[in-house]
């Protein structure tokens, strides 16, 4: 069965103290691999899209990074706007045009002034 | 910017009730999508549409469910005889490529 693994549940970090959240992925066929960032009762945030082992992306303080079993998301000096739910997701191949998204749990990020 | 938005942003009905959900997806995205997130737990595929036809559906999209596109510009969700389990937030999504969220619709069965 696929699997999309986070991890740390829940995260507290200070305000500009740096750290990554961990996706794992067990899954057979990936086709992207996403990150969003949710806020309490609001849909999921649109962050970053990866698609093969080596690929980076950057926006403003986060950057993500991928490799052919994990994803990570780096938070450089964060601050507490950045506080929110972030979340993973696959897209697999399925031979469909318009296939779902697998989330994971998510993990719970808190930046303490 | 352009966003994809849902209505209501909250439905409360009685367990047996049939409701619709409404969502009006980003104008030039041809994919469409419903997800739901249960208080708590992960986000969740329901099914995707494109091309006036469902595309994908998951174990959980049954048959008391149904999608529609009605016009050129609605999107909606069906759910015909409710359940207490059904209670949960649920996400429009619209792509070209990447998948856009909306702000979800809190349906609460009593």
């Known amino acids: 069965e696929d699997q999309v693994t986070q991890s740390p549940e829940a995260l507290r970090l200070q305000e500009g103290e740096s750290s990554s959240l961990n996706c794992s992925y067990t899954?057979?066929?990936?086709?992207?691999l996403f990150w969003y960032r949710q806020d309490p009762g609001k849909g999921p945030e649109f962050l970053f899209t990866?698609?093969?082992a080596g690929e980076e992306k950057e926006k403003e303080r986060l950057k993500a990074t991928l490799t052919k079993k994990e994803s990570f998301l780096h938070i450089t000096a964060p601050k507490p706007e950045d506080s929110a739910t972030y979340l993973c997701?696959?897209?697999?191949?399925?031979?469909?045009?318009?296939?779902?998204?697998?989330f994971g749990k998510g993990t719970h990020l808190i930046i303490q002034p | 910017e352009p966003e994809v938005t849902q209505t209501p942003s909250h439905q409360v009905t009685q367990m047996g009730q049939e409701v619709i959900l409404r969502c009006v997806p980003i104008?030039?995205?041809?994919?469409f999508y419903w997800y739901r997130q249960i208080l708590g737990q992960k986000v969740e595929f329901l099914v995707s549409?494109?091309?006036?036809?469902?595309?994908?559906k998951s174990e959980i999209f049954d048959d008391q469910f149904s999608v529609e596109r009605p016009d050129g510009s609605n999107f909606t969700l069906k759910i015909r005889s409710t359940k207490l389990e059904d209670s949960a937030m649920y996400f429009c999504?619209?792509?070209?490529?990447?998948?856009?969220f909306g702000p979800g619709t809190r349906l609460t069965v009593t």
């Open positions: 997701a696959v897209l697999l191949y399925s031979g469909g045009g318009a296939d779902g998204l697998t």
């Open positions: 990866l698609y093969s």
């Open positions: 999504a619209s792509s070209e490529v990447q998948q856009y």
């Open positions: 549409f494109y091309n006036n036809e469902i595309s994908e």
């Open positions: 899954v057979s066929g990936l086709r992207g």
């Open positions: 104008s030039n995205h041809l994919y």
